[in-house]
């Protein structure tokens, strides 16, 4: 059955003010037309819903009943608007992020701080998840916004170039042998490197820079955690690759030894997307708009 929702809030009108004079000022509408409405209503249901008395008009029983459940569609309907409005101003909201563990330290806690003083009623989760994880995650709609180090195809989704950041080999200061490389065949016969996971992102990044070098290397530890790896490479186990950006207080202090001999790796960037077959809510998409106009002030 197809019936305005005008003729609905009509009769809510008039049944709440038991009088269709008083309705029509209520409503800034003629008497006739809230009158014409009423009858309307009532043909479209096939039922009576009012009867005249001598103050003005009471529903029948069948009107009482019909009364409960507009009530509560109309308010739902007032509730509905009120969230809208407050979605608009950012009173309310969610954003669902998807980032690494290295990452979510490095670069988005930093700035989570502001966007919280900007909009602190907006609620955000954070999806701790590896960086391939998270472009599924994406791909399935199931989170906003993913932030990762690099993509091997920007198809599917939205995407913003955050922030460049560079790899480096490094080496805890008491592990002699970061003084015999100068080329990066010399990584092969270290008698430790400390790599990355193969399925990790940034592994992938340099494996295939290798590759197109033609230097396979052979880690004799691999770690799931950038954070990890450091740690590691700080006890002079071994020498690794991690993201200059992110180990500079420790390059600063001698904590690590930054090896300068070897080439520069390509640059590369951190990089926010979002699924293309889905628009952004108004939360992330202030999200969005903040890391992509750099609106934190804050530098790593």
């Known amino acids: ?27 800034f509408i003629s008497q006739p037309a809230v009158s014409k409405s009423i009858k309307k209503l009532e043909e479209m249901l096939s039922i009576k819903l009012f009867y005249r008395n001598s103050r003005g008009v009471a529903l029948t029983k069948e009107g009482a009943y019909l009364l409960e459940y507009v009530e509560k569609a109309l308010t739902s309907l ?19 992020i998807g ?21 602190p009623n907006i609620k955000i989760i954070i999806i701790n998840k590896s960086a391939q ?29 955050l922030y460049e950041i560079h790899d480096i080999f490094v080496s805890g200061a008491e592990f002699s042998e970061y ?24 592994r992938m990044y340099l494996d295939s820079f290798f590759k197109i070098n033609s230097v396979e290397l ?10 990890l790896l450091i740690e590691l490479t700080k006890l002079n186990l071994g020498v690794s690759c991690t993201i200059e950006e992110f180990v500079s ?32 809510s108004l939360a992330a998409q202030s999200f969005w708009d903040c890391l992509s106009n750099n609106c934190f002030n804050f530098l790593i």
């Open 249 to 280: 207080k420790e390059v600063k202090t001698g904590a690590l030894v930054k090896i300068d001999s070897l080439p520069p790796l390509p640059k590369r960037h951190i990089i926010m997307i979002s699924n293309k077959n889905f628009s952004l």
């Open 133 to 161: 994880e998270t472009l599924k995650l994406i791909e399935n709609n199931i989170i906003d916004i993913g932030i990762v180090s690099n993509l091997v195809s920007y198809e599917k989704f939205n995407y913003k170039r």
């Open 179 to 202: 003084k015999n490389i100068n080329t990066f065949n010399d990584l092969t016969k270290l008698s430790s490197l400390i790599l990355l996971e193969k399925h990790n992102i940034s």
């Open 78 to 96: 007032n509730d509905g608007e009120k969230l809208i409005d407050k979605l608009k101003t950012r009173e309310t909201g969610n954003i669902k």
């Open 218 to 227: 052979d880690p004799t530890m691999e770690i799931d955690n950038m954070d």
């Open 1 to 27: 059955m197809n019936i305005n929702l005008e003729y609905y809030k009509i009769f809510y009108t008039v049944a709440k003010c038991n009088n269709i004079s008083d309705a029509a000022d209520k409503l």
């Open 99 to 119: 980032v690494s563990t290295t990452l979510g330290k490095h670069y988005l806690v930093p700035r989570l701080k502001n966007f919280i003083s900007l909009y």
